[in-house]
């Protein structure tokens, strides 16, 4: 019989999508404890999940015997310190994104977990959706032919309210702005979609809020498939939009998913000619489907737990997330074109920040 996984979420704001995601999932998870200084907002989500309440993360909560995951869900500049703290104390790790702020970090981490013998599963939700997976079906099959082009917007609407957080719009807390900390998400997904990047230029700038971190930016990226990507990120829109298209030989596909869930369905998919919907719709047919967003992340995270096999999100996408951020900070700071994969002697490799 399957094991049934004890979790212990640390941090109650998104922790709460986290609770909804494992309740669904309540004959592979329990979880068995929810952590955050703020007793009482962990106190609301506990009862919600059934769960044990703790104030700090801390090691009382570390030696806690009922524990085999620690999720964490505490503000980004946390990540570092806690994940190395959670796997070295003996547990298997779930963390948000993202993960930390630069390559080398993510690199010691990747490390530590080696050498715990535990598993880190960073966070990206956003790409179990199976809108996504039909675009990744046609790409990976070859039916969608070529890739040309894909655009990528993030446009959201965040104000004062939001910043009022005080570890939000700071670099040393936030780590970055909505590069960071919203389109990371699109960006996460298109990289999925179309695989390595070969080269990012970009422009960043504080326009929408008195902050430090941007909240505008863009960024042209040159993909090792000869694509070229154009990612649009702002936090000033009136409406909020998250959309992603993809211009190929055969096809173009199209995002309507909901703004945070945006691999999910709706996605449209237009053929070059119109006698080319019967293949397209037989090609569409044959892509997989299956749970979505932090359900669909963390029921493969059940099965790869029990099979010792791979885990639905690496330490290896995050990787490459993080490097893609640091190619757009680095680009945007000095003008150049930044050239990938990035080597440990290249001066982004610590960070941007
Ligand atoms: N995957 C997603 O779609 C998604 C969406 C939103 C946020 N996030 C990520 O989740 C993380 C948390 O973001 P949030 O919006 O929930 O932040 P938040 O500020 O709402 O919640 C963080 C919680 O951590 C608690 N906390 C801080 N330090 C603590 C400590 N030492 N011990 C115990 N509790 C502590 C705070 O009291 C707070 O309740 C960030 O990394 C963010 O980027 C991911």
């Known amino acids: 019989m399957a094991r049934r996984y004890r979790v212990g979420i640390v941090g109650a704001g998104i922790g709460a999508r986290h609770v909804e995601g ?35 993360f801390d090691d009382a909560l570390l030696a806690r015997d009922d524990l085999d995951i620690i999720d964490i869900c505490l503000p980004p500049f946390l990540h570092f310190d806690a994940v190395a703290r959670a796997l070295r104390a003996g547990r298997h790790v779930i963390c948000e994104k993202p993960l930390v702020g630069s ?18 599963m960073p966070v990206f939700q956003a790409r179990f959706g199976n809108g996504l997976a039909k675009a990744r079906h046609l790409i990976d099959s070859g039916a969608a032919g070529r890739v040309y082009l894909a655009t990528c917007e993030t446009h959201w609407n965040r ?27 699109i960006h996460e997904m298109l990289t999925t979609l179309l695989g390595p990047v070969r080269s990012v230029s970009a422009a960043t700038a504080v326009r929408v809020n008195p902050i430090e971190t941007e909240d505008c930016g863009g960024a042209v990226l040159e993909m090792a498939n000869g694509a ?11 409406d909020q939009v998250s959309r992603m298209r993809v211009m190929c030989e055969n096809v173009t596909m199209i995002s309507g998913g909901p703004v ?6 709706p996605w ?8 080319d919907q ?8 044959q892509a997989p489907a299956g749970p979505e967003q932090f359900v669909g992340q963390f029921a493969l995270y ?7 096999g791979g885990l639905p999100v690496t330490v290896a996408d995050a990787r490459r997330a993080i490097e893609l951020l640091s190619a757009i900070y680095h680009a945007a700071r000095t003008g150049e074109r930044v050239a990938l994969p990035l080597a440990k002697d290249h001066p982004a490799y610590r960070g941007w920040r």
């Not at 390559?103 to 880190?120: K, M, Q, V, Y």
């Not at 070229?228 to 009136?238: D, M, W």
């Not at 019967?278 to 047919?285: C, I, Q, R, Y």
Request: glycine content about 10%; overall charge negative; proline content about 2%.
């Open 22 to 56: 494992f309740l669904a999932l309540q004959e592979k998870f329990a979880i068995a404890v929810v952590a955050d200084r703020d007793r009482d907002r962990a106190a609301r989500l506990a009862a919600e999940a059934g769960a044990a309440v703790h104030g700090e």
């Open 103 to 120: 390559l080398a970090e993510a690199d010691a981490l990747e490390a530590i977990a080696r050498e715990s013998g535990r598993t880190l």
């Open 159 to 185: 104000g004062a309210d939001y910043y009022a957080v005080p570890w939000r719009g700071k670099f040393a807390s936030e780590l970055g702005g909505a590069f960071t900390g919203h389109a990371i998400h």
């Open 228 to 238: 070229i990507a154009v990612l649009s990120v702002t936090l000033g829109s009136a």
């Open 260 to 265: 945070y869930a945006c691999a999910r369905e």
């Open 268 to 275: 449209e998919f237009v053929p070059k000619a119109p006698k």
């Open 278 to 285: 019967g293949w397209l719709d037989a090609a569409l047919a």
């Open 302 to 308: 059940h099965a790869a737990l029990e099979s010792g």
